[in-house]
């Protein structure tokens, strides 16, 4: 069974502050994956990567970063938080691209006040 | 880009009875469809999908088909199970791009 860890698991941060989610996978997989799910939307795509030392902008970017520093790690990071940005963040990775199977972490819930 | 469409958010069944979820897409280059369980509080996890080489994909009380020519697809669930209650969502990809795009989930709901 595929593992995908994320931490922390809930967060609350401080409008304006910097928050770091982190994640990692054990698959060896390429492909990382960061979605943010709120009600009504599902799932949205915020940042994606092929693989160490890539990032690339999903649908909704703006007030995200995105770094990949190792095949394991996937780093999500918000540099100046918003409320608007208050939901349930997964982080998922996988092989073949957008054609195979993802695995999901088990989430972190950020509340930003 | 692709975008997913589940037009029922919630469905209710009766335990033992089926439920089918409904989903169109609108890239005609989508060709990778798959399924995703989100049970109360929990991750998602794969549940069953199906390419467009084939039209039809049976697994276990699961079977999802796709019609090409309306761009929809649709999973079946036979002889529900309270452990069915779960929100399922749909995604399409496309091969030139190497992401899922998802629909907005539809909440099911199997009463006793």
């Known amino acids: 069974e595929a593992a995908v860890t994320q931490s922390p698991r809930n967060k609350v941060a401080v409008t304006g502050g910097k928050v770091t989610l982190s994640c990692n996978q054990t698959?060896?997989?390429?492909?990382m994956y960061w979605y943010r799910q709120d009600t009504g939307h599902g799932l949205r795509l915020i940042h994606y990567?092929?693989?160490?030392?890539?990032?690339e902008k999903g649908d909704i970017p703006d007030g995200y970063k995105a770094s990949r520093p190792s095949q394991e790690n996937f780093s999500l990071i918000l540099e100046l938080a918003t409320p608007s940005q208050t939901s349930v963040y997964f982080c998922?990775?996988?092989?073949?691209?957008?054609?195979?199977?993802?695995?999901f972490g088990p989430g972190t819930r950020l509340l930003v006040l | 880009g692709e975008k997913v469409e589940q037009h029922q958010s919630t469905l209710s069944v009766r335990e033992g009875d089926s439920a089918v979820i409904n989903c169109t897409y609108t890239?005609?280059?989508?060709?990778?469809f798959p399924w995703y369980k989100q049970e109360a509080g929990k991750s998602l996890h794969f549940v069953i999908d199906?390419?467009?080489?084939?039209d039809r994909k049976q697994s276990q009380r699961l079977t999802v088909l796709l019609d090409k020519k309306a761009k929809r697809f649709s999973l079946h669930i036979t002889a529900t199970q309270p452990e069915d209650s779960a929100i399922y969502f749909c995604?399409?990809?496309?091969?030139?791009?190497?992401?899922?795009?998802f629909g907005s989930g539809t909440k099911l709901t199997v009463e006793p």
């Open positions: 998922a990775s996988g092989d073949a691209g957008g054609q195979d199977t993802q695995y």
């Open positions: 698959n060896n997989h390429n492909n």
């Open positions: 990567s092929y693989g160490a030392g890539s990032t």
């Open positions: 890239d005609t280059a989508s060709s990778y």
């Open positions: 199906i390419r467009s080489n084939v």
């Open positions: 995604a399409a990809s496309t091969p030139n791009y190497n992401v899922l795009y």
